[in-house]
């Protein structure tokens, strides 16, 4: 019990971290994709 116990840690450990890369992963591109929207926009309001 004791020596599978580190086991499932671990692979609730690496779970997390792949869930974090993903979320940050898709927080980057939406940051991202606003900084590329918001050239556009002041471009229209200076024509």
């Given amino acids: 019990m004791d020596g599978r116990k580190p086991m499932l840690y671990f692979h609730s450990n690496r779970i ?20 590329d929207e918001k050239p556009a926009k002041a471009n229209k309001n200076l024509i």
């Fill in 16 to 35: 997390m971290e792949s869930i974090r890369f993903l979320w940050m992963n898709e927080f980057i591109n939406y940051s991202s994709r606003k900084v």
